[in-house]
């Protein structure tokens, strides 16, 4: 059900259709001031971007939709990465209350077991050394029965649990969330982030297949450098290192 704006923790724009939450935010901030946080959601995208270039399907209405803004001229640009870090644990926490077995699958896409359950579009501009605007595009599969896109292992709430939900009820305790978290990175207290971040990693024990441009290996997690640098170590006991993009996870 719709709330209503007295009883949500943020500004809320909600729409039926756009091509996508990221651009109308993206449009509104550069036409208006527009406050921290404010939230734009969507009952439908027409062209919903995903990342490397790829498109985002939902079927009308089921899904999470949403993008929010964030005005971070505290975070030096070396420090972006820590803006995936706050969102995700805030996703990957509130998913956490509906089920087991979710976590962060490296820089920020949530995982339930093998599957893809969110996915995360952040978009920043810089001023100087320091980020000046952050759109945080986020979608989460939350009552969609079956999916017939291209994305190859999509999962919803629904399909784990069987139960439909209230979309808008758990917008609102994720935007709890991430208020709480972004207040913390406010005020530079990112111990606790890093370390629960590096806890929720999807693969943090064990070694599991990856393929990087030489082809495929198997390799463990050592960790996740403050700037989103993922270091694995293969069988020879070689520490390798990769940026967004540069590897593959070789799923079940
Ligand atoms: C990914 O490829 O994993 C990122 C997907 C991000 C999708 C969300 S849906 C809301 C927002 N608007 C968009 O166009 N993309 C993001």
């Known amino acids: 059900m719709m709330p209503s ?3 949500f923790p943020v500004p809320l724009i909600h729409i039926n259709e756009t091509n996508s939450t990221n651009n109308y935010l993206q449009s509104l901030c550069s036409e208006q001031k527009v406050e921290e946080l404010t939230v734009v959601v969507a009952d439908f995208q027409t062209s919903g971007r995903g990342q490397r270039g790829n498109s985002w399907e939902s079927d009308p209405g089921k899904n999470l939709l949403f993008s929010t803004v964030i005005f971070p001229e505290f975070l030096e640009a070396r420090r972006q990465f820590l803006i ?3 969102i995700s644990l805030a996703i990957k926490e509130e998913l956490d209350t509906y089920t087991t077995d979710i976590s962060i699958k490296w820089p920020n896409d949530i995982y ?8 995360m579009l952040i978009e920043n501009d810089l001023m100087g050394r320091n980020i000046s605007q952050s759109i945080v595009g986020i979608g989460i599969n939350i009552n969609q ?3 017939h896109g291209a994305a190859p292992n999509p999962v919803s709430i629904y399909q784990i649990t069987g139960k439909q939900y209230d979309i808008f009820e758990i917008l609102k305790n994720i935007m709890l969330r991430i208020q709480s978290y972004y207040c913390q990175l406010k005020k530079d207290d990112t111990t606790s982030i890093v370390t629960r971040y590096t806890e929720s990693l999807f693969r943090k024990d064990g070694m ?3 393929k990087d441009a030489d082809g495929e290996f198997l390799a463990q997690i050592v960790c996740v450098e403050p700037e989103g640098k993922l270091i694995l170590e293969d069988e020879i006991q ?10 593959e996870y070789l799923l079940k």
């Open 145 to 147: 029965e079956a999916f």
């Open 238 to 247: 070689t520490k390798r290192g990769y940026m967004f993009k540069e590897v």
């Open 5 to 7: 704006p007295d009883t």
């Open 112 to 119: 339930w077991k093998e599957k893809k359950i969110c996915g």
């Open 208 to 210: 599991h297949r990856y």
């Open 84 to 86: 995936s870090q706050v």
